[in-house]
């Protein structure tokens, strides 16, 4: 029914934002439906009613921004994967090969177990569409070329023409060999016997208006409330990632929010109409790019020429080989393989690759929508992986000095790692760090001047680290802190000075070292504190005196007050 319902492609005209995106039913979409339904008809009717709902509520919400977890080799990755899968399940019309199955594992599978069923008739069929296209999407590209060098020194000469008339039947190079193969089966059509598999009788008509979504909604509305969220999920995932990749691929933007929108509404008329929930196809929607389609409205004639031929040519479609529509798409997807960019951002990325291989190997095992979600998983781990060490520099600048700078923001994630490194080096005979010129550390400053973020946990251990400094008489500055972030440490009960340049704060914290050093060289020389010793005290025996103490200089005062001097500096 979704086949027979164009009602996706004329709603997507006035919703839609991807020239490329074909709406309609996919592999993934109809079996979970067929899952969820169970046989139910009516069931399946209303699934894309409250699908459709969801979409629009997710879209109308602004969660578009969910397709910006996808990285570029992730989105790469996906759009390789997706296109072998579905140029691999196409091999059985290709081949002549009846009971095909459509996931890559079982295809594989199926290369090693059926290959003895090959029909020999329909592989010519198919091989030769596949030169024919070949073939025409050269004479396209050729005379595109030609007719631009001829308009460019000629101007429109009557070889400008010849050209442009031979750009257009490159263009039309679809249906040229899906006209011309079915004239070709309809030749050798003896006896009631067909040398090839064809499509074969399609019902004509199409399905009336009809209000049923209401009625099961009323009976059954817990379990659609459930399913249908599932559904709208994954079939907003597919739809989102396939509309991103033809963007990349062509070079234009969309709005994945108003994709969103546009998805839902094709869900909700179509549910009027008899159809189960649809989403965007990326084999029609590979055809839909290679054709040339230059906006939405192509849905239109799309529509229209569905509507025609349900109406009143269903019988012309009898005779089309199986094969020539597999040539077809798997000649519209192959040019969506691209094994250069992981070894493009080897070179430069190589945790680009590394997001590109997972993403890739994950698509083409598991499928589209468990592919997708374990790449973003994977990506996701690698964004926090990051936040979690991130780029700390600690240089020696001498006198004791340390310059810690901070390439990133400071959130729950990075703080612990950020201080960790700065009590490194606040300790560094216990952790080993090396530094040329320090005998010990005598002041931190850490240069924030890059810093994006700064949440209550980075506060609350800078106040830890602030704490530690001030306990080990080491002086801790800062440089480029936001003033923000200052009446928020201030709100704590941290004061850190900070300055506008690491230059400035090295200086004042020499400075500061340096009159901190005299004041303690100062009282060292000040402070002779004496000491009594066993050896001071004759052990006295018995009945005996204490020996008259040897007549001298009285010392006593002068080295009382220097020993008060002395405790009270320290205290």
């Known amino acids: 029914y979704p086949c027979k319902t164009p009602s996706g492609a004329f709603t997507y005209i006035f919703f839609g934002t991807s020239k490329d995106v074909t709406v309609g039913p996919t592999s993934i979409m109809s079996s979970l439906v067929a899952s969820t339904a169970n046989g139910n008809v009516y069931y399946a009717i209303c699934l894309s009613f409250v699908a459709g709902v969801y979409m629009v509520i997710l879209g109308m919400l602004e969660f578009g921004w969910v397709m910006w977890l996808l990285s570029y080799p992730t989105l790469s990755g996906f759009t390789s994967a997706a296109a072998i899968r579905i140029a691999a399940s196409e091999l059985g019309d290709l081949f002549g090969i009846s009971d095909w199955d459509s996931d890559f594992v079982d295809v594989v599978y199926d290369c090693f177990t059926k290959y003895n069923q090959i029909r020999w008739t329909d592989t010519v069929m198919g091989f030769t569409c596949l030169l024919i296209l070949l073939l025409l999407w050269l004479l396209q590209k050729l005379s595109a070329a030609k007719g631009l060098e001829e308009l460019q020194t000629q ?3 009557w070889r400008f023409y010849v050209w442009r008339t031979l750009w257009y039947v490159g263009l039309m190079r679809n249906i040229i060999v899906v006209v011309g193969a079915s004239i070709v089966a309809y030749a050798l059509y003896i006896d009631d016997t067909h040398p090839f598999y064809i499509v074969g009788k399609i019902q004509a008509g199409l399905p009336g208006f009809s209000f049923i979504v209401f009625k099961t909604f009323e009976t ?15 079939g907003l995932l597919e739809g989102l990632v396939i509309a991103q990749s033809f963007s990349k691929k062509n070079k234009y933007e969309i709005n994945q929010s108003q994709e969103m929108v546009a998805l839902g509404m094709c869900n909700i008329f179509g549910s009027f109409l008899w159809s189960y929930p649809v989403t965007g196809s990326f084999s029609r929607s590979s ?95 690698l964004v926090i992986a990051a936040n979690l060490h991130p780029t700390i520099h600690v240089h020696d600048m001498g006198d004791g000095i340390i310059l810690v700078e901070v390439d990133s923001g400071l959130n729950y994630l990075s703080i612990n790692f950020v201080r960790t490194k700065v009590e490194e080096a606040l300790y560094w ?45 080491v002086i801790l500055l800062t440089v480029g802190l936001l003033y923000e972030y ?60 204490a020996a008259p103490a040897v007549e001298g200089p009285d010392n006593t005062n002068d080295n009382q007050t220097e020993e008060d001097d002395y405790q009270s500096t320290h205290s």
């Open 287 to 381: 055809v839909n790019s290679e054709s040339g389609v230059r906006t939405q409205f192509g849905g239109f004639w799309t529509g229209l020429l569905v509507v025609l031929c349900l109406l009143f040519l269903t019988s012309l479609f009898y005779f089309i080989p199986l094969a020539a529509l597999a040539a077809v798409i798997i000649f519209a997807v192959i040019f969506m393989i691209n094994f250069c960019i992981p070894i493009e951002m080897w070179k430069s990325r190589k945790m680009g690759t590394v997001s590109w291989v997972v993403s890739f190997t994950a698509v083409l095992l598991l499928g589209i929508e468990y592919g997708i979600c374990v790449a973003v998983v994977f990506d996701l781990i």
């Open 429 to 473: 005979e216990r952790k080993r760090f090396l530094f040329s010129h320090s005998s010990s550390v005598l002041a931190i400053v850490i240069d924030c001047s890059k810093l994006s973020e700064l949440d209550i946990t980075a506060l609350e251990n800078l106040k830890c680290l602030w704490e530690d400094c001030k306990s080990e008489g």
């Open 155 to 157: 101007g429109q000469t």
């Open 220 to 234: 059954q509305w817990s379990s659609l409330l459930i399913d249908g969220l599932i559904i709208a999920l994954i």
């Open 486 to 545: 200052q009446e928020d440490l201030e709100a704590i009960g941290v004061i850190i000075p900070n300055f506008n340049d690491s230059t400035e704060a090295v200086a004042s914290a020499k400075r500061e070292v340096n009159i901190s050093l005299a004041i303690r060289n100062r009282m060292e020389s000040r402070i002779q504190p004496s000491y009594r010793t066993f050896d001071d005290v004759t052990p006295m025996s018995g009945g005996d005196k």
